[in-house]
């Protein structure tokens, strides 16, 4: 493949000479040991994208193409004394750990035969080739150790414009993993500009019945980090429109929440976030779960969804002792996510909002102060006498605002044993 008149162009200017990644001593230390033999290595992909648009970007985590197959890679690596990980041999690439950073180095490919996700390659020398393979325009620039850079479809125009273009044809591009249907919407969401690129829209919608061939891994990566994008709303709303959501999510969606709770909340994690995209639907213990299961779901995540979309909501009108209390019976970070959640679906303004969050992020749960050995040492027999004694005492101390003392509680519990 030649390479086109922005390509050759940029490959001779040096936009990147100075980004913090590629002067970073490890980045040199790699670089050094990859190019000893004579071929070329390149960085690849995000941290080439994202210093364009910030020069002062620094990921620690880079992406590398060489023209030296896998086991050569590693050779040359641990002859420069750099630890590697065969984390992808089969598919060419080689992870490379170099102080804080971690390097993905992957050979140049080019398809030979693409099916569904996978695809039959083989190794090649040409930059160009192996751009063709990726997914979007923004992600097939490439930078040199000079810092020179590699465009070959256009890419650098693409991201200052605000546009998210396949590499070719869309809908090829996306037969070969339909993953890349899901990866275009995050993408837009970080990067894009309205209008959409018509054809990726196009292609999206003609093609979203792939995504039923997806495991609940690959979607719960894709729309986390989707959720997480500053443009997520736009760009859920265009996949409710593609008919693409409906494919990955159960329920009708709710757009306007989840853009109130990014005004609220703006660091909002994207567990929070779905939970407010969903919560009106009221899926229910059953539907939580299900959704849960669908998407894998860490056990973590699993729990904390379930209470977002199934647990009652806070009443801004009540006192402040019963935020608290609630607040100690739930956890304070559940309850707080509550009412984020609760202040998003009612509309709540933000002073509201903001004043009954500040008392209860202010509010130190304490420790309940007796147990049931306290119980036992005033003469209460064992046995559910004591469990029942202790959840009334509980209770009591928790209506006070946490305001009785252990002397208190002790005195309450004598009154009763003895009684």
């Not at 020179?148 to 273009?165: K, M, N, Q, S, T």
């Not at 329920?251 to 994690?269: F, G, I, N, S």
């Not at 709540?348 to 009954?356: H, L, S, W, Y």
Request: charge should be positive; include cysteine.
């Amino acid at each position: 493949m030649r390479e086109d008149a922005s390509a050759r162009r940029d490959g001779e200017a040096r936009p990147l000479a100075g980004a913090p990644w590629l002067v970073a001593p490890e980045s040199r230390r790699v670089l050094a040991a990859l190019t000893a033999a004579g071929r070329p290595a390149r960085f690849v992909g995000g941290c080439v994208r994202d210093s364009l648009r910030d020069p002062e970007a620094d990921p620690h985590d880079l992406d590398l193409a060489t023209a030296e197959p896998p086991e050569r890679v590693m050779a040359l690596l641990e002859a420069a004394g750099i630890r590697t990980v065969p984390t992808g041999l089969a598919h060419g690439t080689v992870t490379a750990l170099a102080g804080p950073r971690s390097f993905e180095i992957t050979t140049l490919r080019r398809d030979v035969e693409t099916f569904g996700r996978h695809a039959r390659v083989a190794y090649t020398d040409d930059f160009a080739e192996d751009a063709a393979r990726r997914d979007f325009t923004i992600n097939a620039m490439s930078a040199d150790p000079e810092g020179r850079l590699f465009d070959y479809f256009g890419g650098r125009e693409d991201l200052h414009a605000g546009r998210v273009r396949f590499v070719g044809r869309a809908r090829d591009r996306i037969r070969e993993d339909y993953l890349r249907i899901l990866r275009f919407f995050r993408f837009f969401a970080r990067f894009g500009r309205p209008p959409p690129d018509a054809e990726a829209l196009e292609a999206c919608a003609a093609e979203a019945a792939g995504l039923d061939r997806l495991s609940g891994e690959r979607i719960r990566e894709e729309l986390l980090r989707l959720l997480t994008a500053p443009g997520a709303v736009a760009s859920l709303r265009l996949m409710a429109e593609t008919g693409v959501l409906a494919r990955i999510l159960p329920w009708p969606v709710d757009t306007e929440t989840l853009a109130r709770l990014m005004v609220l909340v703006p660091d909002a994690d994207p567990i929070l976030r779905l939970a407010a995209l969903l919560r009106r639907a009221e899926p229910g213990e059953a539907g939580a779960v299900r959704l849960a299961e669908r998407l894998r779901l860490s056990n973590r995540q699993r729990e904390r969804l379930r209470l977002l979309l199934t647990a009652p909501l806070p009443d801004f009108r009540e006192t402040e002792t019963t935020h608290r209390a609630r607040a100690w019976r739930l956890g304070r970070e559940a309850y707080l996510d509550l009412l984020a959640l609760a202040a998003a679906l009612r509309d709540v303004p933000r002073e509201t909002f903001a004043a009954v969050r500040g008392a209860v992020a202010a509010f130190v749960p304490p420790p309940f102060p007796l147990r049931g050995r306290d119980l036992l040492a005033l003469g209460l027999s064992p046995g559910p006498a004591v469990g029942r004694l202790l959840r009334d005492l509980e209770r009591r101390w928790v209506e006070s605002d946490f305001r009785l003392s252990r002397e208190a509680l002790l005195a309450l519990a004598r009154r009763r044993i003895g009684g």
